[in-house]
């Protein structure tokens, strides 16, 4: 429809005002930019809090429960090892007599981000949501 | 063109009317510049290590990744730790409700982790929550 106007001279153009067309290129423009950069696919990722030991203090630990990892990936809870499969079952039953409850992970500095997460995650599946974590340094345990 | 065949139209000598197709054009713009927000991307690709209670993050657009090596990358470039605060003060004036995703690799340690959610709570967004991928089946 555009190009038609170059053939067929200015006499037919002047009838209905203003011509859309070059608004219109540009308005288009626009719109292929924004569409082009938006961006639908968002991160997905656990949320969670920081806790004691580094600069920024987070939340009273009065009453919550440690897990510990150490830089090895052993889970320690309850002064035990216990797996990452049994960490839901655990938290489950400390979260039944106490629903308050949050827990508090400690990681060595040296432990695996992988381990904390699916500790992490865990955690959230037995039904806590208060979640802190923090890092801990040396090899002491 | 097209419109050449509602010939008892008063106005088609032009072809289409374009004026309602502009006003579409328009919400359509008004629509995408609205919703539109420019994640800052690392740059790198890392393994993300799954979870089952992962939830999409709205907001959550400045990324920092951890390498497995123990590299932080953010908006495309390599970065100290000492430097995430400053980017993350300038990121968080520029849009206050950004929120940052850490993408940490699943081997990456998790000192520097905490370390870099301190250094990002310390340049102002307290709001920081560490990328996880959805567990696969």
């Not at chain 1, 990722?45 to 630990?61: F, I, K, P, V």
């Not at chain 1, 997460?117 to 959230?124: A, E, G, L, P, T």
């Amino acid at each position: 429809m555009r190009l038609r106007r170059h053939g067929q001279g200015p006499s037919l153009e002047s009838s209905t005002g203003i011509d859309l067309a070059p608004m219109l290129d540009f308005v288009l423009n626009l719109l292929i930019f924004f569409i082009i950069t938006a961006v639908f696919a968002k991160e997905v990722a656990l949320s969670m809090n920081r806790a004691g030991g580094g600069a920024t203090a987070g939340t009273a630990e009065s009453d919550s429960l440690p897990i510990s990892i150490m830089a090895n990936g052993d889970i320690w809870l309850d002064n035990r090892v216990v797996d990452v499969r049994a960490v839901r079952a655990n938290v489950e039953r400390a979260h039944a007599t106490k629903p308050k409850l949050g827990v508090l992970v400690i990681a060595q500095e040296e432990a695996e981000a992988g381990v904390v997460i699916q500790v992490v995650d865990q955690i959230r599946l037995a039904g806590v949501d208060n979640i802190s974590f923090s890092s801990a340094a040396g090899t002491g345990g | 063109m097209l419109a050449r065949s509602h010939s008892d139209h008063e106005g088609d000598d032009h072809g289409i009317d374009l004026a309602p197709m502009l006003d579409f054009v328009l919400n359509l713009l008004i629509f995408f510049i609205i919703t539109t927000s420019f994640v800052k991307e690392t740059g790198v690709v890392v393994t993300k290590p799954e979870a089952q209670t992962a939830a999409h993050k709205e907001s959550g657009n400045i990324l920092i990744a951890i390498r497995e090596n123990g590299e932080l990358w953010m908006d495309r470039r390599q970065v100290e730790l000492r430097d995430v605060r400053a980017n993350i003060e300038r990121m968080h004036a520029e849009r206050p409700e950004d929120t940052v995703v850490i993408v940490a690799d699943k081997s990456a340690k998790s000192g520097l982790m905490a370390k870099v959610m301190d250094e990002v709570r310390l340049g102002g967004i307290k709001d920081v929550s560490v990328a996880a991928a959805a567990p696969a089946g």
